[in-house]
Nanobody
Framework: QVQLVESGGDSVQAGGSLRLSCAIS????????MAWFRQAPGKEREGVAC???????NYLGSVAGRFTISEDNAKNTLYLQMDSLKPEDTAVYYC???????????????????WGRGTQVTVSS
């Protein structure tokens, strides 16, 4: 079965950068969409960024221009480059996937059915 394993979470100062990685194993199909979600304590899970197999992207408004989602298909790895980090970016970040033909992607958790266990990102002021 498909497995997603996140890494790269850390504690950083505001204004700093991090790159999260999501290793994808046993991938079932080349056509897919993938996303990063996050969940802060006491808050609902929210979509941060997503990407389709043909590189169409979508971003949460508050991270657009600061975060960049990308995928290395040769390495079966999804990335999230996070720059100009703010304390409000503090959360557990999750990688998610769905397989099929997608012309675009939405940041709705119910449209993804494979999830990683998450990696903690903490941004201090």
């Amino acid at each position: 079965q498909v497995q997603l394993v996140e890494s790269g979470g850390d504690s950083v100062q505001a204004g700093g950068s991090l790159r999260l990685s999501c290793a994808i194993s046993n991938i079932r199909a080349a056509t897919h969409k993938m996303a990063w979600f996050r969940q802060a304590p006491g808050k609902e899970r929210e979509g941060v960024a997503c990407i389709t197999y043909n590189s169409r992207t979508n971003y949460l408004g508050s991270v657009a221009g600061r975060f960049t989602i990308s995928e290395d298909n040769a390495k079966n790895t999804l990335y999230l480059q996070m720059d100009s980090l703010k304390p409000e970016d503090t959360a557990v970040y999750y990688c998610a996937a769905a397989f099929g033909v997608f012309s675009s992607c939405l940041l709705l958790p119910t449209t993804y059915y494979v999830w990683g266990r998450g990696t903690q990102v903490t941004v201090s002021s």
